[in-house]
């Protein structure tokens, strides 16, 4: 059965690699791994949402301060890795930030027009007694917390509760797991429904082999999740990790170097 959608409107979806850790193995990766030890890379993306003049940019990166203070270095600022598409980061009026961890949420007030779209139990985790714990605190930075407080008080910040629309075509929903309001987004693309799993699956084999990331707050949230990824794809060819590097390999390059074209499907299958 085909997964193309047609006679709606759909969307252009881009993958905008900033960054890379390649210094990691296995065990940073997956829980219960027997291949600990191995190399393993990650990659760090934003991606970005086009239809007509509609464009909805998801998570934000991380700038070169953040990089400095984590010792994990960026390639590009975020809004330079825009500027091939001819954008600003003034241009950008949406963002849906999947969750406030600081190499998705490290960039927001780098987009000063921003509305931002968020899970409501993702800010009360960021705010809450959970921060007590150092190990639960650790992917936040407090001055990204702030950013996202002050939209709010500024009348730029949407709150949504599980299963929402932003647009026609685009939707989120609550999976949590890696954080407590962790959040995809379902796109209709030309290819089929995609969705950008963001951090509900950094690698592809999170979800194949049903491989838990280590960073976790609630694991069978984390687990019930792939499940829900594969519910919502048209396709498991259309779930888009949030950090695998192998993205690159199996859509084909965007408009620049650092740009994935993701809405037109794979070119190449994923290897069992």
């Not at 997956?30 to 998801?58: E, Q, S, T």
Request: proline fraction near 6%.
């Amino acid at each position: 059965m085909s997964s193309a959608i047609t006679g709606a409107m759909t969307w252009e979806v881009h993958a905008i690699k900033y960054a890379d850790r390649n210094a990691r193995t296995r065990a940073d990766s997956f829980l219960f791994d027997d291949n600990h030890d191995a190399p393993h890379a990650m990659d760090y993306f934003m991606w970005l949402l086009k239809c007509g003049n509609r464009v909805i940019l998801v998570d934000t990166g991380y700038d070169h301060a953040e990089a400095r203070a984590r010792g994990r270095p960026i390639r590009l600022e975020p809004g330079e890795a825009l500027a091939p598409f001819g954008l600003t980061p003034e241009d950008i009026t949406e963002v849906i930030v999947t969750h406030l961890h600081y190499d998705h949420a490290g960039g927001l007030a780098l987009f000063p027009n921003a509305h931002l779209h968020l899970q409501e139990a993702e800010m009360a985790f960021a705010t809450g007694p959970c921060m007590c714990h150092d190990t639960l605190k650790a992917p936040f930075t407090v001055g990204h917390i702030c950013e996202a407080v002050t939209r709010l008080y500024r009348g730029k910040l949407s709150f949504h509760a599980g299963d929402s629309e932003i647009a026609d075509g685009v939707t989120v929903h609550c999976i949590g797991g890696h954080s407590r309001g962790l959040q995809c987004v379902r796109v209709r693309t030309a290819a089929g429904w995609l969705v950008l799993a963001s951090d509900a699956a950094h690698y592809y084999e999170n979800v194949t082999a049903r491989k838990p990331f280590p960073i976790v707050v609630d694991l069978q949230n984390m687990m019930d999740g792939f499940a829900t990824l594969e519910r919502l794809a048209s396709s498991p060819k259309l779930i888009i990790p949030g950090h695998d590097p192998l993205v690159r390999q199996l859509f084909p390059q965007g408009i620049a170097e650092h740009i994935t074209r993701l809405d037109l499907g794979p070119t190449s299958e994923i290897s069992s």
